[in-house]
């Protein structure tokens, strides 16, 4: 279990360093008070039906010296200092506001799903406050997805198992992200307990051009519809990326071509029937 922690943390500090930072309890704590930690939304939009599927809810530190600070580096340091759960449990009472006040207001989106980290995954506690968070607006668990990282030590995998298990018994949909970036294996997908998988912009990043990628996505493409899985590709940054995974008619996009992360306040403004038709997602590329 040391390894896996060590290693783990390894990567806070490298995440942390890519920004050249060097945050303490002090800028946490602060940060709370001073309500820096905001929450974006980035549409999932279904190839098939040419609709918003949902969200992805990601929080973001908006420091008064460095600028924003994106979800990975508040992940990186909330891990590092210890405040994986109070992090998540931020995040999660804001995400299910939100998405209370949506169905009031009849927006449509009716799902979200957030990323978790490898110590937030590994923390009782932050279910915990999730499931405070459901209950407190009235959330459906079958309205929430969570995007889970690979298992990355052997002698975790026993309670990481036990607890998607738990979780989706409760009715929580279980995403596996970074598909295809590391070493996840197919047969990984028959042990764990989840409902889709996620490929991640390091991978998106090697399409079109990359047969091996394009292989493995269809590949994927045609397990996940044999299995039941949802099947997301996130990243998608251009058009030839685009008209490739268009072609696709059973996988949900996510990326800055389509919409970029947003406030909840300019979501209507900028989600809307005229801007799902200009994608032209429902059109045959060929």
């Not at 390894?10 to 309500?35: I, V, Y």
């Not at 405070?132 to 997805?145: R, W």
């Not at 036990?162 to 197919?186: C, N, P």
């Not at 399409?207 to 899985?229: K, M, N, Q, W, Y």
Request: hydrophobic fraction near 40%.
């Amino acid at each position: 279990m040391e390894a896996g922690i060590t290693r783990r943390r390894g990567a806070f500090f490298a995440r942390e360093h890519e920004h050249g930072l060097s945050l303490d309890e002090a800028d946490l704590e602060r940060a709370f008070e001073a309500g820096e930690f905001v929450m974006d939304y980035q549409p999932i939009v279904s190839i098939r039906s040419g609709a918003v599927t949902g969200a992805e809810a990601t929080i973001r530190w908006d420091h008064p010296e460095w600028g924003a600070l994106p979800q990975r580096v508040v992940h990186a340091a909330a891990d590092r200092l210890g405040a994986a759960s109070r992090i998540a449990g931020h995040a999660f009472g804001e995400a299910c506001r939100q998405l209370a006040r949506w169905k009031q207001q009849g927006a449509g989106v009716s799902a979200l799903s957030m990323r978790l980290s490898g110590a937030q995954l590994g923390a009782e506690s932050v279910f915990e406050r999730l499931a405070l968070s459901i209950e407190a607006f009235d959330i459906s668990s079958s309205q929430f997805t969570l995007e889970v990282p690979e298992m990355s030590a052997p002698e975790e995998s026993l309670s990481l198992l036990d607890r998607l298990k738990r979780l989706r018994q409760k009715g929580y949909g279980i995403v596996l992200g970074d598909f295809g970036a590391h070493h996840t294996a197919m047969s990984t997908l028959m042990v764990l307990p989840v409902t889709g998988v996620k490929f991640g912009e390091s991978f998106t990043e090697r399409l079109p051009g990359s047969p091996t990628a394009e292989a493995i996505l269809s590949s994927v493409s045609r397990l996940a519809h044999d299995l039941g899985f949802t099947l997301t590709v996130s990243g998608v940054e251009n058009g030839r990326q685009f008209e490739l995974l268009r072609r696709f008619r059973d996988i949900e996009l996510q990326g800055a071509f389509l919409f970029e992360p947003m406030r909840a306040e300019v979501w209507h403004e900028r989600v809307n029937p005229r801007a799902l038709s200009q994608l032209n997602l429902r059109e045959p590329p060929f």
